[in-house]
């Protein structure tokens, strides 16, 4: 379902995004400097295409906690585990692909992926494809991976 929502004002939401370092399980060992992160993966669901797309999370009172634009194309299909910091509490993921924006609740016990156990934490896949019109579309998923942010 298609949502048009008015512009976002752009806000930083984190001054060390730029520096955050991610570590997926299996690769390394979290260290007493790494804390649990949510995370958002990005990925362009027809390679043909090329889209601009902006990603906006919040919390319930419309605080910035995550934002990121993106350009994808076939030579740029992904963007994998971009962390922000778990003891946030998002509340709506908005996605803009192509200038149509598309706003969706973070996933919540409901899903059956959540909740995430152990050292793993919840996060969401975005999978920017097309409608059966030719428009953008999107597809979120939860899933629950061990991420942090150094």
């Known amino acids: 379902m298609q949502n048009r929502m008015p512009s976002l004002n752009r806000?930083?939401?984190?001054?060390s995004s730029g520096a955050a370092v991610i570590a997926a399980s299996g690769c390394t060992?979290?260290?007493s400097s790494s804390a649990p992160a949510h995370w958002v993966t990005v990925y362009l669901g027809d390679r043909d295409e090329t889209h601009d797309v902006t990603v906006v999370i919040t919390n319930d009172g419309g605080d910035p906690l995550f934002e990121k634009d993106y350009?994808?194309?076939?030579?740029?299909e992904a963007d994998e585990d971009t962390p922000f910091p778990e003891s946030t509490a998002p509340e709506t993921i908005v996605v803009t692909v192509d200038g149509t924006q598309f706003e969706r609740d973070w996933p919540?016990?409901?899903?059956?992926?959540?909740?995430?156990?152990?050292?793993?934490w919840s996060g969401i896949e975005i999978w920017v494809e097309s409608g059966q019109d030719g428009t953008p579309d999107v597809r979120i998923e939860a899933d629950?991976?061990?991420?942090?942010m150094h």
């Open 71 to 76: 350009e994808l194309s076939d030579e740029n």
């Open 144 to 148: 629950c991976q061990h991420v942090t």
């Open 11 to 15: 806000r930083t939401f984190l001054a």
């Open 29 to 31: 060992a979290p260290d």
């Open 108 to 120: 919540g016990f409901d899903n059956p992926e959540l909740p995430c156990d152990g050292q793993n």
